[in-house]
T-cell receptor, first 109, second 115 residues
Framework: GQNIDQPTEMTATEGAIVQINCTYQTSGFNGLFWYQQHAGEAPTFLSYNVLDGLEEKGRFSSFLSRSKGYSYLLLKELQMKDSASYLCAVMDSNYQLIWGAGTKLIIKP | DGGITQSPKYLFRKEGQNVTLSCEQNLNHDAMYWYRQDPGQGLRLIYYSQIVNDFQKGDIAEGYSVSREKKESFPLTVTSAQKNPTAFYLC??????????????FGPGTRLLVL
């Protein structure tokens, strides 16, 4: 079966760095997406990786290792507004998105 | 002002009642999707449509129906056959960029509650 694993919850301090991991087992791979979702709101697109390596976008970076079935989202200089759930999703061989359950990130002052 | 709109924001359903959730987009995206989100679970695909007048069942289509008569609109009906409809329903559009990449963008969602 297809499976996406992420930690359920993480806590970090304002101004610090946090890394959210995602491991996947899917039938085929056509890219990995990260989305941010604030409580009660819709997910918003953060990043896309299809090749191995690091993609940097401001305070957020996303890394992919296809051979290990592994990705992480790195958030630097954490702000209180970064408190949200972070969703990992993989596009499989049928071009369908398989979603992880999300990681709830709690930022403390 | 481009975007995806969903209405209503909150919807209450009585036992045995069918209800329809609206999803409209003016992004000119061909693909549209309906997902259901339950606490502690990943998004689950209900139905999707790649083109007007065509749609496909997702992983949890039972108890739901859709139509795609216009590119801009993809309404979802939750029928009385859906025994556990309480959830957050998200509509998304897909922006195809090249052969392999399609980024999905989400509407604000409709929260359905059963009375």
């Amino acid at each position: 079966g297809q499976n996406i694993d992420q930690p359920t919850e993480m806590t970090a301090t304002e101004g610090a760095i946090v890394q959210i991991n995602c491991t996947y087992q899917t039938s085929g791979f056509n890219g990995l997406f990260w989305y941010q979702q604030h409580a009660g709101e819709a997910p918003t697109f953060l990043s896309y990786n299809v090749l191995d390596g690091l993609e940097e976008k401001g305070r957020f970076s996303s890394f992919l290792s296809r051979s290990k079935g592994y990705s992480y989202l790195l958030l630097k200089e954490l702000q209180m507004k970064d408190s949200a759930s972070y969703l990992c999703a993989v596009m499989d061989s049928n071009y369908q998105l398989i979603w992880g359950a999300g990681t709830k990130l709690i930022i403390k002052p | 002002d481009g975007g995806i709109t969903q209405s209503p924001k909150y919807l209450f359903r009585k036992e045995g009642q069918n209800v329809t959730l609206s999803c409209e987009q003016n992004l000119n995206h061909d693909a549209m999707y309906w997902y259901r989100q339950d606490p502690g679970q990943g998004l689950r695909l209900i139905y999707y449509s790649q083109i007007v007048n065509d749609f496909q069942k997702g992983d949890i289509a039972e108890g739901y129906s859709v139509s795609r008569e216009k590119k801009e609109s993809f309404p979802l009906t939750v029928t009385s056959a859906q025994k556990n409809p309480t959830a957050f329903y998200l509509c998304a559009t897909g922006n195809r960029q090249g052969r392999r990449k399609e980024t999905q963008y989400f509407g604000p969602g409709t929260r359905l509650l059963v009375l």
